[in-house]
């Protein structure tokens, strides 16, 4: 597939996310600008991780744009972000329920310049019609700490503790960023962002 630029997955749910690291072997040699993974997991399965492992085949690609919208993804594997290549510019997570977590500060290393976050904890009322039946897979639980979301989080904490406004950090090239129709289900605090200079 060296020259295909343009592929999309999306809703096949019963891929299911771990598929992602095949998808992104499959393109690692190609000519890749757009990658679009919306709705592969389930939308009613439990939350997932966006792992290194899905997404460092991408690294050496000419990617512009990522999408992985509608994924149940609660958080981001630590350094996982930089795997992304210098090439892109856009990504859409959006319709994702993530939490906060230490993998906020990758993302300033991050070359985009576009962001979709819209749709945090959706209802997912219009989607119903997407839902696959699919053969059941063993659930695997992580017992390692560092992949646990209670560790990334106290990380996350550790790290701003003592601030009195905590900055989020933002990708130098980032121009537009896109929260809108979001069922946010925590308190968001006094914040700024880091400068984008």
């Known amino acids: 597939m060296r020259n295909i630029s343009e592929l999309g997955v999306s809703y096949n749910t019963c891929l299911g996310f771990a598929s992602l690291e095949n998808i992104t072997t499959d ?10 993974v919306n709705y592969i997991h389930g939308i009613f399965e439990m939350s997932t991780v966006l792992r290194t492992s899905h997404i460092w085949n991408l690294n050496k690609t000419s990617l512009v744009k990522f999408e992985a919208a509608g994924n149940r993804i609660q958080r981001i594997e630590s350094g996982a972000l930089r795997n992304f ?15 906060i977590g230490i993998y906020m500060f990758d993302a300033v290393q991050m070359p985009i310049t ?3 976050v819209s749709q945090t904890f959706s209802s997912h ?7 696959e039946r699919c053969v059941d897979t063993k659930l695997t639980v992580s017992t390692n700490l560092e992949n ?13 503790k003592g601030k009195s406004v905590f ?16 069922a946010v289900k ?10 984008n200079v």
């Open 27 to 36: 393109v690692q040699q190609s000519a890749i600008k757009l990658l679009k």
């Open 85 to 99: 290549p210098v090439s892109l510019e856009s990504v859409n997570f959006k319709d994702n329920v993530f939490s």
């Open 114 to 116: 576009s962001l979709d």
């Open 125 to 131: 009322n219009v989607l119903t019609s997407y839902i």
């Open 148 to 160: 646990n979301w209670l560790f990334d989080i106290v990380s996350f904490y550790r790290k701003v």
């Open 167 to 182: 900055r989020i950090p933002v990708p130098t090239k980032l121009k537009l960023v896109t929260l809108r129709s979001s």
């Open 186 to 195: 925590y308190e968001i605090p006094e914040f700024m962002f880091t400068k």
